[in-house]
């Protein structure tokens, strides 16, 4: 087999193992976040270094649900007065004291649910957005990696990890490492969390799309910006949420 071979083969052992196991999960996420959007709330969407791409796809997506914001580590550039070198450090989602910053400039509300993604589920601007989350009085929906994040040390003092924080973990089923096809010298290559996360974010809006259909009530879905007559669609729904759904470059 080549390498193109064996990774297809353990992507698509991936997926049929996140759609087969984590069914129940994601059917109690999307209790979750339909309760909340349907009490006038938004999904706060968050994820650091790739697991940014989770959150994002949540965002601003055709197909997707329109009562959804990510925040971002950009977001103190974007929205506050942080220069942009400064958010240039990788090593900046290992700080807790960032997550406080990211809220401090985001209109969130009491009704808002909030999905956080990260493969680790340890850095401390994940760990810590989940506790304020949590602390705040709002529901926590995770997508991590079960088998990673039970074998790491948290970057967060209080020792916790994402999934200790959340209501609802949806495991994104990578191994440890991420890295998933394993190579003769020991070493790995092929990663999976943002394949199966991604995959795990559509799941979860098509369960919340199906109860809001059960329920006799039309989703707010978000159509495609790039197809001609969808702007006012769009632009109608959106009106709603004022500045409190940014689609940024979404």
């Known amino acids: 087999m080549t390498g193109q071979d064996e990774y297809a083969q353990v992507a698509r052992e991936a997926v049929d193992r996140l759609v087969t196991t984590q069914r129940d999960a994601i059917s109690r996420a999307g209790a979750i976040v339909t309760e909340a959007l349907l009490a ?35 977001d103190l550039v974007y929205y506050g007065d942080t220069p942009a070198a400064d958010i240039l450090d990788p090593h900046l989602e290992r700080s807790p004291e960032v997550a406080d910053r990211v809220w401090s400039l985001a209109d969130i509300r009491p009704a808002d649910v909030f999905v956080i993604a990260s493969n680790s589920g340890g850095n401390g601007a994940i760990v810590e957005m989940a506790r304020l989350a949590g602390e705040r009085g709002h529901r926590v929906v995770a997508i991590t990696s079960v088998a990673h994040t039970g074998r790491i040390t948290p970057r967060h003092p209080s020792g916790q990890r994402l999934a200790d924080l959340a209501d609802v973990v949806i495991d994104n089923g990578a191994p440890y490492g991420d890295a998933a096809v394993p190579l003769p010298d020991g070493d790995a290559f092929g990663p999976l969390s943002n394949l199966t996360g991604i995959l795990a974010a559509n799941l979860l809006v ?22 001609p007559g969808n702007d006012g669609h769009n ?11 940014r689609l940024g470059d979404a």
């Open 206 to 227: 098509a369960d919340v799309i199906g109860r809001y259909l059960a329920a006799g009530s039309p989703p707010p879905l978000f159509r495609s910006a790039n197809t």
């Open 40 to 74: 006038g709330g938004v999904i706060q969407a968050y994820g650091t270094g790739h697991s940014r791409a989770v959150a994002l796809e949540l965002v601003g997506r055709a197909g997707g649900l329109v009562p959804a914001n990510q925040l971002a580590i950009r």
């Open 235 to 245: 632009d109608a729904l959106l009106d709603r949420y004022g500045a409190r759904v």
